[in-house]
């Protein structure tokens, strides 16, 4: 069955770095457009970053020039290189796939920026 598994997530000071990770299996990864969304207390889950099987990639406003999405198809992780964080970032993030007419989810991986 496709499963997702991220990690990486801490408890940081405004301006840390931080690389989020998803471990993905059950599908052939390297033909899928992968995505990163995040949820906040109260708050919808919102996309964050999506990269294509081409490596095109795309970024929600908030965090253009600040994230980078990766993949790496050979070991099929997904990667989120978070830079000059900032306290609106803190969430829960998740890596989302869609396949064959669903939606899969990891668990999530909380972030918290705080000074």
């Known amino acids: 069955q496709v499963r997702l598994v991220e990690s990486g997530g801490a408890m940081v000071q405004p301006g840390d770095t931080l690389r989020l990770s998803c471990v993905v299996s059950?599908?052939?990864?390297?033909?899928?457009?992968m995505n990163w969304y995040r949820q906040s207390p109260g708050k919808l889950r919102e996309w964050v970053a999506g990269i294509s099987s081409d490596l095109r990639t795309n970024y929600t406003d908030s965090v253009k020039d600040r994230f980078t999405i990766s993949r790496d198809n050979v070991r099929t992780r997904l990667y989120l290189q978070m830079n000059s964080l900032r306290p609106d970032d803190t969430a829960v993030y998740y890596c989302n796939v869609y396949h064959r007419g669903n939606q899969y989810w990891g668990q999530g991986t909380q972030v918290t920026v705080s000074s």
């Open positions: 059950g599908i052939n990864f390297r033909l899928y457009p």
